[in-house]
Nanobody, 121 residues
Framework: QVQVVEFGGGLGQSGGSLRLSCTAS????????MGWYRQSPGQQRDIVAT???????NYVNSVKGRFDISGENAKNTVYLQMDSLKPEDTAVYYC???????????????WGKGALVTVPS
């Protein structure tokens, strides 16, 4: 069984910074990719940024140059540093651990419960 716990989020301010972190625990052999997604009210959940086990990162255009994703493979932890926040960044942010292998035959994706980030206009 894999447990996922998110930390961070809360009330930010325009131009300010917030940091999210997320850790997966359990009998984890390897993780293919870690990432962050976000969902605004009435919208679908969209990708924000991802990082692979070898450190390759990918960002949605709207956060490039403002957000930074990083990970600690040994701790099964992923971070999202959010700088130069904008009101349109307001959303619930979900961490994702993709292709998590716990046994030879068991590979699955896991999600955090979400952390609300609010940036007032």
């Amino acid at each position: 069984q894999v447990q996922v716990v998110e930390f961070g989020g809360g009330l930010g301010q325009s131009g300010g910074s917030l940091r999210l972190s997320c850790t997966a625990s359990g009998r984890i052999c390897r993780i293919g990719k870690m990432g962050w997604y976000r969902q605004s009210p009435g919208q679908q959940r969209d990708i924000v940024a991802t990082i692979t086990w070898d450190g390759t990162t990918n960002y949605v255009n709207s956060v490039k140059g403002r957000f930074d994703i990083s990970g600690e493979n040994a701790k099964n932890t992923v971070y999202l540093q959010m700088d130069s926040l904008k009101p349109e960044d307001t959303a619930v942010y979900y961490c994702n651990f993709a292709r998590v292998q716990t046994t030879v035959l068991n590979v699955a994706d896991y999600w955090g419960k979400g952390a609300l980030v609010t940036v007032p206009s």
